[in-house]
């Protein structure tokens, strides 16, 4: 059995969802990612809404899931709505047999056009329990969230190999940050980079859970920093 973590009542699994009562929140799911690198060149096997919704229907059936919410990035291109991502946005949705919510993430522009289709609307948050999940590229008054956005990880060299893990953090023990569902987003190192996100920007202190086949403790960004 592959070990959760609980905080303040959330849920963080090993599959890269936040389970609250009977709710799972994901994130950053980037559908259509294949779409923009062929167009810029990059032959990439359009693989990954076949591996999401799988996927999603174990998350589902596992944790007894009855609502699901994207915390924004449910797509990827900025600018317009590609083929691959409306097939891509179609069959995700068809295939989730729950409710869903849907967040506006940076990257979903255009994606209330393809949601419309479905009579879903694309909300700039939504409330589950004590928190909102929002997406997190623009700032919040809300003491306690659920967001993604930065696509956290920890990268750590080792011998001339690099392992990654993607991985939750949690900033000042109110604010949980998801890591990214989308199995080609490869994260964005906690330990090297700074943050995009305005909220974690001012955070005092963030925790870091790292994501195997259990979720870890690993502790804070500012030891792991002092000891890698």
């Known amino acids: 059995m592959m070990r959760r973590v609980v905080i303040n009542s959330i849920c963080l699994t090993p599959e890269k969802a936040a389970i609250v009562d009977n709710t799972a929140i994901i994130a950053d799911l980037h559908l259509g ?13 359009r693989m990954q809404v076949k591996e999401i919704v799988e996927d999603v229907k174990k998350i589902i059936d596992k944790y007894n899931v009855n609502k699901l919410i994207v915390a924004g990035d449910l797509k990827h291109e900025f600018s317009r709505n590609l083929p ?26 255009f994606l209330a056009s393809i949601l419309a289709e479905y009579g879903i609307e694309l909300k700039e948050y939504v409330k589950v329990g004590d928190y909102y999940v929002i997406h997190g590229h623009k700032d919040s008054e809300f003491e306690r969230v659920i967001m993604g956005h930065e696509h956290p990880a920890v990268k750590i060299r080792v011998r001339g190999a690099l392992y990654s893990f993607p991985c939750y953090l949690v900033a000042d ?14 994260g964005s190192d906690v330990l ?27 502790g804070t960004v500012g030891d792991l920093k002092k000891v890698i």
Do not use: T
């Open 33 to 45: 990612f294949e779409n923009v690198m062929q167009n810029r060149g990059v032959a990439i096997p």
């Open 84 to 109: 691959y991502e409306w097939e891509d946005v179609r069959e995700f949705i068809e295939s989730v047999d729950v409710n869903l919510e849907v967040v506006r993430g940076n990257h979903d522009n």
């Open 173 to 186: 023990s109110s604010k949980v940050v998801l890591p990214a569902f989308s199995p080609l987003m490869s």
């Open 192 to 218: 090297q980079n700074s943050f995009l996100s305005p909220i974690l920007k001012r955070a005092e202190k963030i925790e870091v859970y790292a994501v195997e086949d259990e979720v870890f403790y690993l």
